[in-house]
């Protein structure tokens, strides 16, 4: 059992979300709520790491933050290290690639709040910001909720991308999903087992406890909108 | 509160949503916004709450100005400080019923807010309900929380956007009892759209009817009913007896305009600068059409009287709706009379008998 691997993988997951959930809300809310000419195009820019193979966004990552590049060179000199084979850029990698995995469920949720609600919060005085946190979110709890945990989950089994950017450096880039398939390639499939049953559980569990969730908060605020 | 005014719209949009609106409503006046589905009408109000911007127009609550294009001045729904209540309510349903009108009392100290929700509900009869979720509510209590919501702010106008049509018709029936009480009680404008007419004639002090973006007329709602200005007026307030006549005689001192309807001679409230000859339309309500008086001897004059023959009758309720054809001419005349009246005068379907018309409800429309 590769305990730093798994250490280090919770790690990426959790600052991947940090960092990614708050911009999720807001860029999620402005596209629920906003009409503009291209809006498609953006949808569908955001959706690309759906469809493309991991291993085709870690090449372009690889190659666009590299040092061979103007935005590597570029970054490197800003942050006084190189992305590539480095956490940071494993962050970076794993930011662009959960984008969908955040935005969809709380644009989703966020559209689902009626607009007479948001007109009426707005005729009571509501500052936008008060109307977002004492209105809004309550409401889009449950898609805000399903995102972090897609996210999350998404990050800890990642592959594809995190091999291409961060290569396999112990303590730096070696996230369980590598180790367990380099402990295959050794034949150690014991630890390889093991590492699996601790993500299988895992996933097992948060599901079960978001679906829960959600639907106690469901219930809670009443299952039609007035 | 701010000071109480009256507000004055004025309104031109061409993209999108046609607009095209002049009006004001005056402090304590009940403006209702009258018109089919889809013809602009909440949309004209959100303009008025400053949710959503006209290509045109000004917008002013007595001196302040709330939106004004020339001047590319727009206040925010926020500053305009009003009272809304949107069509299906737009309560919040993560917060109870006190909390959702707490939630619109932001500018007052937050030791008077519960105090002053709890007495806004109760003054719209909601008791004992106040830590119940808005999906726990039925239609007629979240309609009132809505209300208390809006009013507790003591709002500088009050905008109802189709408040009736949520619930169901014996809520609605003690609603316009309560609004008209609490009407009386308000001295700030109150504009509610509707596409009711009877909602209008019911409550308001005052009627716009809009069609297709375009204000019809405007004018007290039993004046609209009874003198609409043209036929697509008449037909937007549901009047179907409209027909053709000729002028024959103009009596400026008696303020009559005499018609000729096929052979029938009929007395019509004065209409100025029409030519003997001219071909008009002219139009009468259901309710102008009266089916006692001449068989109890009361009207024994020449005219505004109709030969008839009953062509069919259909029983609403309490009173009956009558389609006649009228002798002499290619016309049917519609009239609506209490049950008891149609049995008493023993009306059936193929009776003729006699009519007579009520000359202040006949009324000659604009040429189109």
Wanted: aromatic content about 8%.
């Amino acid at each position: 059992m590769d305990w730093q691997a798994l250490w280090l993988s919770i790690k990426l997951s959790c600052v991947t979300v940090i960092i990614l959930i708050p911009f999720a809300i807001l860029a999620s809310r402005f596209l629920a709520y906003h009409h503009f000419i291209g809006k498609s195009w953006v949808e569908a820019l955001i959706m690309v790491p759906l469809v493309l193979p991991p291993t085709v966004i870690g090449y372009y990552l690889l190659v666009g933050l590299g040092s061979q590049s103007w935005l590597g060179r570029f970054l490197e000199q800003v942050l006084g290290q190189q992305l590539v084979f480095h956490f940071s850029g494993l962050v970076v990698a794993s930011i662009i690639v959960n984008i969908p995995f955040a935005i969809q469920p709380i644009q989703r949720a966020f559209e689902s709040v009626p607009q007479e609600v948001r007109d009426a919060a707005a005729c009571c005085g509501m500052s936008p910001l008060k109307i977002l946190f004492k209105i809004e979110l309550p409401l889009v709890w449950p898609g805000v909720l399903t995102a972090l945990v897609l996210c999350f989950s998404h990050v800890l089994g990642e592959f594809g991308v995190v091999l291409m950017m961060g290569g396999n450096i112990a303590g730096e880039t070696k996230t369980v999903a590598i180790s367990i398939y380099d402990s295959v390639q050794a034949f150690d499939f014991a630890s390889a087992g093991q590492m699996s049953l601790v993500l299988l559980l895992f996933a097992i569990t948060v599901l079960a406890l978001t679906t829960s969730m959600s639907r106690r908060l469901g219930r809670a605020h009443g299952s039609r909108h007035s | 509160m701010q000071d109480i005014a009256d507000l004055y719209c004025r309104i031109k949009q061409e993209k999108h949503i046609k607009l095209d609106a002049e009006f004001t409503c005056k402090a304590g006046e009940m403006l209702a916004v009258v018109g089919p589905s889809g013809g602009g009408k909440s949309t004209l109000l959100r303009m008025i709450a400053g949710l959503n911007q006209p290509e045109s127009g000004e917008i002013l609550y007595g001196n302040r100005v709330w939106y004004d294009s020339d001047k590319k001045l727009s206040l925010s729904p926020q500053q305009r400080h009003l009272g809304y209540v949107p069509q299906h309510f737009g309560l919040f349903p993560n917060l109870t019923a006190m909390e959702n009108v707490v939630a619109a009392l932001d500018h007052i100290p937050k030791s008077e807010r519960k105090p002053r929700a709890k007495k806004w509900l109760e003054r719209v009869n909601l008791h004992g309900l106040p830590d119940r979720l808005p999906a726990n509510l039925s239609g007629g209590q979240r309609q009132r929380v809505a209300l208390a919501r809006a009013l507790a702010r003591e709002p500088s106008v009050l905008l109802l956007d189709e408040p009736f049509s949520a619930v169901d018709r014996e809520t609605r029936e003690r609603l316009y009892l309560e609004l008209a009480r609490l009407k009386e009680q308000l001295a700030i404008p109150v504009i509610m759209v509707t596409h009711d007419l009877n909602e209008a004639l019911l409550l308001a002090d005052k009627m716009i009817l809009i069609s297709q973006g375009k204000m019809l007329q405007q004018g007290r709602p039993h004046d609209v009913l009874v003198r609409p200005h043209n036929e697509a007026v008449a037909k937007q307030m549901g009047l179907r007896n409209i027909f053709d006549a000729r002028v024959i005689a103009q009596e400026e001192q008696r303020q009559i305009t005499w018609l000729k309807f096929g052979e029938h001679l009929i007395a019509s409230t004065y209409f100025e600068h029409l030519d003997i000859g001219t071909k008009v339309r002219w139009v009468i309500p259901n309710q102008g059409v009266r089916f006692n008086s001449i068989k109890q001897g009361r009207l024994c004059k020449s005219f505004n009287k109709l030969d008839i023959t009953i062509e069919s009758m259909l029983t609403m309720g309490e009173s009956v709706r009558i389609i006649a054809s009228v002798r002499g001419v290619r016309h049917q005349i519609n009239a609506e009379v209490p049950l008891y009246l149609a049995q008493k005068l023993k009306l059936a379907k193929g009776v003729e008998t006699t009519v007579a018309l009520r000359s202040e409800l006949i009324h000659i429309l604009a040429p189109a």
